[in-house]
């Protein structure tokens, strides 16, 4: 839901009930406008908030952000500015910031199957579902080089059924049901099809090679060995072949 942008203005008591809601639990760009009133209790901006005169009551108004990962990786908002409505002069930053450039920790949950080279693990543990300790493998790589520029860590389990998935009565079993219904956060290694589209959102992470190998095509047999296409080797006996054993 990266491209919707979300506005709700209301009182200052809801803003936090409002913005941490459910459903709004992949929503990137959602603000909320509050009118005049103290500062959310626990919100960490709250030390900054200048204190304000009962003549401007009526003409400050509060912007606060939904932000995924600033509570040590989970959801939690942020007061973006502080606006005396009475002055003509406001100073403030593009309401719709880019998140993904710090996860704060946040950890990833990713199902997972064996599919070499692009991912290789070892099972931790016989049971289903088990996590996996990766080997190395194209999937592994490309983790931990993204986890150590982006600030996450991530949960790799195997998944239960070893399943793909599969669309049965309008859902999916196997990996893509596990997207579907939200119980993981990224599945790999997994390709795109028509019918997984709708459910998925799908990121190219290997670079096409524009080298292949190719084979001379196989053309048809020679003119001159066509007086012997229509027998086949059973026509032709080995000498000795039908000799029958010696019994003593």
Not at 107 to 121: A, E, Q
Request: net charge neutral; charged share 20%; glycine share 6%.
């Amino acid at each position: 839901m990266s491209r919707i942008r979300v506005v709700v203005v209301g009182g200052k008591a809801e803003a936090k009930e409002v913005l941490l809601h459910h459903s709004f639990r992949n929503t990137l760009h959602a603000s909320y406008l509050a009118i005049y009133g103290d500062a959310l209790n626990d919100s960490p901006c709250h030390s900054r908030l200048r204190k304000t005169t009962a003549e401007e009551v009526s003409e400050v108004l509060f912007v606060y952000r939904r932000c995924l990962y600033c509570n040590k990786g989970e959801a939690d908002i942020r007061l973006l500015h502080h606006w005396n409505l009475s002055l003509f002069t406001q100073t403030s930053d593009h309401l719709f910031h880019e998140q993904f450039h710090n996860f704060m920790g946040h950890t990833f949950r990713i199902s997972s199957l064996n599919y070499f080279p692009y991912m290789d693990y070892k099972r931790d543990r016989d049971e289903a579902g088990t996590t996996v300790t990766p080997s190395d493998c194209l999937d592994a790589r490309l983790l931990s080089l993204f986890a150590d520029r982006l600030n996450f860590s991530f949960d790799i389990r195997e998944q239960p059924e070893r399943s793909y998935g599969a669309l049965t009565n309008g859902g999916f079993t196997g990996m893509v049901g596990q997207l579907q219904r939200e119980e993981t956060d990224l599945c790999l290694p997994m390709g795109p099809l028509s019918e997984r589209v709708p459910v998925m959102e799908f990121q190219s992470a290997y670079k096409l090679d524009a080298i292949t190998i190719v084979s001379l095509k196989p053309t048809l047999l020679p003119q001159h060995l066509s007086i012997l296409r229509p027998f086949s080797p059973q026509n032709f006996p080995t000498p000795g072949f039908n000799k029958k054993p010696h019994t003593p």
